[in-house]
Each structure stands twice: as C-alpha cells, then as structure tokens.
C-alpha cells in the first residue's frame, strides 16, 4: 500500500509540550492509548517495553512523567515505526525512547527478563471477524492479523523481570478468554478497571494489569465513565487528558 505522506500531522498533546506525529489517512490513536499510558503505575528508573507501539503514543506519554530510564516501542509496520523514530526525535527523547522496527514475537531478542513494564493496546478484533479493507495499516491495527492475543503474552512473560506488570487495554467482550490467555502464560491479573461511554451504559473496554508469577487476589478499580449525562467529558477524562494545566 503507498503511503500518502502528504497526510501526516502533528498532533499537541497538550501535555508538557510533547507531540506525535501522525497519519489520518492510515490509523490515528484514540482515547484508549491515552487510557492505558494513564492506567500504568511507573517507578524511577522502571525499564518499559511497549507492544504494537504504532507511532509512539504511548511511550511519548510516559515520558512525560520522567520517571522510566528506558522505554522501548516495537512496532511491526515500517512506515509506521518510522513515524514513531520521528516522533522521538521531535520531542528530543532519544536519550529515553527508543522504537524498534520488527515483529513483536522476536522482541525477546533484545533483552530477555530485563523489563519492569510490558505495556500493549493491541489489535481487538479476531482475524475472522475481519472486514474487508485496503487499508493494510487500518487492519493491523484493528484486527489480529501479526499476532494473537496469546502471542501477546508469550512475548510479555519472556521480557518481564519475575514480579514485572503487563499493562493491556482491551473490550470487554473478550474478558473472559484474556483472563484465561494471561494466566496460562504466568501473567497474574492483579487491578482491573472497567470504561463505561457514558453512566448507566454497558462498559466497552476494560484496563488491565497483570504481575508475571504474581500470587493471587486482584483489586477492581473504581468505574471510569467517558461522558457525563449530558455528553460533556467527565472530570477524570479531563484530568487524564492534563485539560486546563499549564503544559
């Protein structure tokens, strides 16, 4: 598929002056990047992996908290990965962030076990529920076409320290087969936070975090709504968004 070029943007992400760049006639990020960089807990000096890392989203946003030594994006899709490369460098964070392009089921061949956080907004949607597209970036990001769920969490056990955390954003439909996929590859759920449209919807997505050969007992978080009654964003979409802060 060629790339139109001429399409790329950057995006502000109001937040501590970084930015993005990206592509609206490929696949944009969406509210659940920015959801799963809120939802991971960091430490100083953490070493973070990020899966299916498209255009660098969600290793830009947590640079911002200063708090990771290393934080390292795989993504599949050359021209995609270079986007990431370039995002990078447009907020000056090669010291930081680094993007690796390759197939996420080789990552193990950087540094096995090294890693404090493994995070992923992978594809949700099953190869046979695939519609039809042209759009060969559009479907890799939407549907499991480079990798299964399973291989998800192959790779995240091989690369996390004994004690590290998975942290996944993903639908809700498919909770049950993600609770079952991660305890088979070691991957303990430990929090979980379901994300409901608007009160008094059915939630759509749900965040989670597992520990690698983490015990059991998990903590359900508080509810996180997107919308108040009246379609307004809710006070805690607008505080994960960093909404009237000075950047």
Do not use: W
């Not at 964070?93 to 992923?120: E, M, Y």
Request: proline share 3%; hydrophobic share 40%.
């Amino acid at each position: 598929m060629q790339v139109d070029k001429t399409q790329e943007s950057i995006e502000d992400l109001q937040y501590k002056g970084l930015k993005v760049i990206q592509n609206k006639a490929l696949f944009c990020f969406g509210m659940d990047a920015v959801l799963l960089a809120d939802y991971v807990n960091l430490k100083r000096g953490d070493r973070v992996l990020d899966l299916c890392t498209g255009s660098g989203i969600v290793p830009i946003l947590l640079s911002g908290r200063e708090k990771a030594s290393e934080i390292v994006g795989i993504e599949l899709m050359d021209y995609v990965a270079d986007m990431g490369v370039r995002s990078v460098a447009l907020n000056n964070l090669q010291d930081t962030v680094k993007t690796v392009n390759g197939d996420l089921k080789h990552a193990h061949r950087l540094a096995k076990g090294v890693f404090d956080v493994v995070t992923v907004n992978p594809p949700y949607e099953k190869v046979n529920e695939a519609r039809h597209s042209d759009n060969a970036y559009r479907v890799a990001a939407k549907h499991e076409v480079h990798a299964k769920f399973a291989d998800i969490c192959k790779v995240s056990n091989r690369m996390l320290k004994c004690g590290g955390k998975l942290v996944l954003i993903h639908c809700v439909g498919r909770l049950a087969e993600l609770i079952c996929t991660l305890t088979a590859h070691k991957l303990q759920p430990k929090r979980m936070r379901f994300i409901y449209p608007k009160a008094g919807q059915k939630p759509n997505m749900v965040l989670i975090e597992a520990m690698k050969d983490g015990g059991e007992g998990m903590v359900v978080d508080v509810p996180l709504y997107v919308r108040k009654s009246g379609g307004d964003y809710t006070d805690e979409i607008n505080r994960i968004y960093h909404r009237n802060e000075d950047a």
